[in-house]
Every structure is written in C-alpha cells, then in structure tokens.
C-alpha cells in the first residue's frame, strides 16, 4: 500500500485548503484512514479520522473541530482533508496513514502505512 498526500501550500489566517490522500490497493474501502501532522520542533499530534466503509464515523482533535472535514472517496482510494478558518498554529506538514482496522482510532500504532506529508503554512 502506498499514500500520496498533496494539497498543502501557504496559505493566509482564516483561509482554506484541501489536503488530498491517493492509496494504491484494492482494500481501501475496508480501513480507516487518518490525518496527523507535525509542527516543527514538536511531536506529531492527531488530527482527524474517518472509519472504513462508508465513512459513517469522524473523529476530529478538539483543536480542528469545527474548522477541518475529513471524508473519503472509496470509488477513487482516496481521502480528504477540508481545513478552513486557518490559523498560524495550524502550520505543520500533514499526513495521511491508513489504519490496520475499519474503527475509528487516534492511535498512531494502528496505522501501518502513512504518506509523505505536504507542509501547510498560515501566515498571519
């Protein structure tokens, strides 16, 4: 398996963008996928994530809650990040990972295979 993410970029305070995350392989739909990301000089922290399937389940940090929308596209592998309202803390570079299980989970060690990230910068 293996993730693409893409979409990052600079971006102002209080604006948007939309991270993307292209996964190879014909099981996608069964795992769920996850955001993380990592700002310099700080561990990398959860974001969001959305269970397999049908994607009926979210789980946001309470930092993004309200601002960030993860979904997921079984038809085309791949899954999404909406971040809106943007703030300078939100820079980081951001990573998709694909979980081991089909249930929502904040815990990076049941997600097998990440993505190389794409740096999100907000300027302020």
């Known amino acids: 398996v293996q993730l693409q993410a893409y979409g990052g970029g600079l971006v102002e305070a209080g604006g948007s963008l939309r991270l993307s995350c292209a996964a190879s392989?014909?099981?996608?739909?069964?795992?769920?996928m996850g955001w993380f990301r990592q700002a310099p000089g700080k561990e990398r922290e959860f974001v969001a994530a959305?269970?397999?399937?049908?994607?009926?389940?979210?789980y946001y940090a309470d930092s993004v809650k309200g601002r960030f929308t993860i979904s997921r596209d079984n038809t085309k592998n791949t899954a999404h990040l909406q971040m809106n309202s943007l703030k300078p803390e939100d820079t980081a570079t951001y990573y998709c990972?694909?979980?081991?299980?089909?249930?929502?989970?904040?815990?990076?060690?049941?997600?097998?295979?990440w993505g190389q990230g794409t740096l999100v910068t907000v300027s302020s």
């Open positions: 990972a694909r979980a081991t299980v089909g249930y929502i989970t904040t815990n990076s060690y049941e997600y097998a295979f």
């Open positions: 959305i269970s397999g399937g049908s994607g009926g389940s979210t």
């Open positions: 392989g014909r099981t996608f739909i069964r795992y769920a």
